[in-house]
């Protein structure tokens, strides 16, 4: 555990840049991460199982593309917690399983009608609607197996198994991810208050995020305070993130982003930048990345990579 002296590099920030944020560092650590978990990810969902057609759904709405973020917050929360993340392997991919089976479903026509998801047809464009919705029921359930198999790890105590499913469930739950989505689609059209669209996001983007960090410490043995300050972490990482989405949908490259500029305006959609303004919106997200260190200052070290990633969230391109 440290203090909060060395951490005064990351706060000096100007505009929408980080000053002493190596991103060339940063990416070729994250690029490291989101490998070994992609690697993983092929081993726990066979293709040639039976019947083909929703393995290989589940395959495609896993395999099209992604940064990883969730699974490797997952890993991050063993390392501080003083444990290596191939002991949370397991349950990282399992929440990124859950990440993806939100964006089938988020992108059928009932919901964001999308035919696009990073640059690549939607899964129910491939393989049609019906398909669709069971790839993500499908992926949901083996998300669930792979966080009970977690239990056969070495060094991991089946209590906290226990205990990080239940963290899990109740973030994606009807009080979580889901809550957040119906709020989404309850709110389109309609110019809602700032509290509410925060509410939102905590709930749609945030709780899977803070259920990624914790559900890696948990299995980890963290406990107390510790778990307290992750939570204040993920709660101002997902906001600002969901700001940076909010830009990128404004000012984005579809090229870069995968994804139609605008969708959010299309939809109509509150946002931070429809509330605030371009620039204002920019601002918002610079102080959560600051919430976001401050959140961090009981840790060392081990504790940097998530620090680069919160400056991650606000300099992002896609």
């Keep these: 555990m440290g203090d909060c002296r060395h951490l005064k590099k990351y706060l000096r920030l100007q505009g929408d840049k980080i000053m002493e944020f190596d991103q060339t560092r940063f990416y070729e650590q994250l690029q490291v991460r989101k490998t070994s978990i992609e690697q993983h990810l092929q081993r726990y969902l066979p293709v040639e199982a039976y019947p083909p057609v929703i393995h290989q759904a ?41 990440h993806c089976y939100s964006l089938v479903h988020d992108d059928l026509p009932a919901m964001d009608d999308d035919d696009l998801r ?105 406990s107390g305070e510790p778990l307290k300050a992750l939570d204040n972490y993920t709660r101002h990482f997902g906001l600002a993130f969901q700001i940076s989405d909010d830009i990128l949908d404004v000012s984005g490259d579809q090229e870069i982003i995968g994804k139609p500029v605008g969708s959010d305006q299309k939809n109509q959609k509150t946002t931070y ?19 976001c260190h401050n959140a961090l200052c009981g840790f060392g070290e081990e504790a940097d990579f998530l620090r680069d990633l919160a400056c991650f969230a606000l300099l992002r391109e896609s």
């Design 58 to 98: 589940m395959n495609y709405a896993v395999s099209n593309g992604g940064k990883r973020l969730r699974p490797i917050m997952t890993a991050e929360g063993a390392i501080l917690a003083g444990k290596p993340a191939q002991m949370v392997i397991p349950t990282a991919c399992a929440i990124e399983m859950i």
């Design 118 to 222: 990073r640059g690549q047809p939607t899964c129910h464009i491939v393989y049609g609607e019906a398909n669709a919705i069971l790839t993500g029921d499908a992926l949901l359930s083996r998300a669930f197996e792979l966080m009970a198999l977690n239990a056969a790890e070495p060094g991991i105590d089946p209590r906290n198994v226990v205990r990080a499913i239940e963290e899990v469930a109740r973030a994606i739950g009807s009080t979580g991810m889901i809550g957040g989505q119906v709020l989404d689609l309850q709110w389109e059209g309609q110019q809602i208050r700032l509290e509410d669209l925060q509410r939102l996001h905590l709930l749609k983007t945030g709780a899977l995020f803070q259920a990624a960090l914790k559900a890696g410490a948990i299995l980890a043995g963290m």
């Design 273 to 291: 930048v429809s509330l605030f303004g371009l620039e204002a919106a920019r601002e918002l997200a610079r102080q959560s990345v600051e919430e």
